[in-house]
């Protein structure tokens, strides 16, 4: 595999190290058929409206079906979740009754929209899946499980617990993959994460796809992965194009409310989503646009699952056109009518920033992400330019040249 001279730079969130990433010079391939993929699943393929593939999906697809590991950054709406199911379509076995594939992701909407993704790529195929999610019957999950689906989908709490119920056989798995995996291997799933590597044989194939990856991620991967192909950006062209960048100065929290108001109230804006930085806020602010006769929904981790899938099916029909989110929706969602993300919080992280506004603008459509900043948000909003190599501008009075 040849080399490129140039290297990623990776920047931890105060910017105080940097590390020099090497990423790995592959082949690109223009079409899907160069792939030489199974007849049935390029007919998924281009039953999905798929023409091309993207910058991602040149580069990535022939890896994993090569069974390399691979570590894969692009940015948010460019089509990882394709590459990563299209790779690992390619090495299922339909004949082999046995599960081949583990695919772990941070929250439960994630992981039913990877399976939504799936089940349409491989729908000429002869395939069996389990969606293992909390907030579903374990009796139920436990009984998919020992009938040795192909695929199994799920987040890593209940994937671990069914392992150790003994119901998810790994003898025979060839592939795991996380997606958002700089989440996946941060504080919160890392012991879940290498729980679960105890019961994998020892050379299964392991892809990680994220738009964002830390110094801590590179350094947690030498841990599991056997010389993984690198595809990665530059940190200053992750930065989304197409997506105009703003803010408002609230100066002080108490007048973010009043603003949002003046916002939707002013002009007429298609689907949106506004992000908040914690559930407490996620409710206050959705009690007052209700009792003020704002058309909303708002979803959090402390609903229920049914709960949560309402919100969502509601969403994406656009029965609902303004959704108010913690960051449970920041990663991976692909929603494609929304247009505008406001973040009524600026995220706490760097990282975090990107994937929000990522929500907007998917697939080279354009988006437009707000930012309401206070006077104690500027140090922080300064540091997301500086990081991202951008410029987030004042947004005009003329609201009509933005939403037009």
């Keep these: 595999m040849e080399i490129e001279t140039e290297t990623v730079v990776t920047n931890n969130e105060n910017n105080s190290e940097d590390i020099d990433i090497k990423t790995d010079k592959v082949e690109h391939y223009e079409n899907f058929e160069d792939l030489e993929l199974k007849t049935n699943l390029l007919r998924g393929i281009f039953a999905m409206g798929f023409e091309k593939p993207s910058a991602i999906q040149q580069k990535a697809i022939k890896p ?85 689906p192909h695929i199994v989908i799920g987040t890593p709490g209940r994937v671990l617990d069914m392992i150790n119920k003994k119901a998810l056989n790994t003898r025979n798995l060839r592939i795991l993959i996380l997606d958002e995996a700089d989440e996946m291997l941060s504080k919160i799933f890392l012991n879940q994460i290498y729980d679960i590597f105890r019961f994998l044989p020892n050379n299964i194939q392991v892809a990680l796809f994220s738009a964002t990856m830390t110094p801590e991620f590179f350094n947690l991967t030498k841990c599991f992965m056997r010389d993984p192909i690198k595809i990665l950006v530059k940190t200053n062209e992750l930065t989304l194009e197409g997506i105009q960048q703003y803010f408002v100065n609230v100066e002080r929290n108490d007048f973010k409310y009043d603003t949002i108001c003046d916002l939707y109230k002013s002009f007429s804006i298609s689907q949106s989503i506004i992000y908040c930085n914690s559930r407490r806020i996620v409710e206050e602010l959705a009690h007052r646009l209700i009792e003020n006769n704002f058309a909303i929904s708002y979803i959090h981790g402390d609903m229920t699952q049914e709960e949560r899938n309402n919100i969502m099916q509601e969403f994406r029909s656009g029965q609902s056109r303004v959704l108010i989110s913690t960051d449970l929706l920041a990663r991976g969602i692909d929603i494609q009518q929304v247009s505008v993300v406001i973040n009524f919080d600026v995220p706490n992280n760097i990282e975090s920033y990107l994937h929000r506004i990522g929500r907007s603008g998917r697939f080279g459509r354009k988006g437009t992400a707000i930012n309401f900043v206070t006077y104690y948000d500027i140090k922080k909003l300064h540091e997301i330019e500086k990081y991202y190599g951008t410029e987030i501008q004042e947004m005009p009075s003329n609201l009509e040249s933005i939403f037009t």
Excluded: P, W
Aim: overall charge negative; some cysteine; glycine content about 8%.
């Design 64 to 148: 994993l079906i090569d069974k390399r590991d691979i570590i894969a950054q692009a940015q948010s709406g460019t089509g990882k979740t394709g590459t990563f199911s299209i790779g690992m379509l390619e090495r299922i076995d339909e004949n082999l009754n046995e599960t081949q594939a583990v695919i772990l992701a941070h929250t439960r909407e994630l992981a039913y929209q990877i399976q939504n993704v799936i089940e349409s790529l491989g729908k000429f195929m002869n395939l069996r899946m389990n969606l293992c999610i909390g907030g579903t019957t374990i009796r139920d999950n436990i009984n998919e499980l020992l009938e040795n």
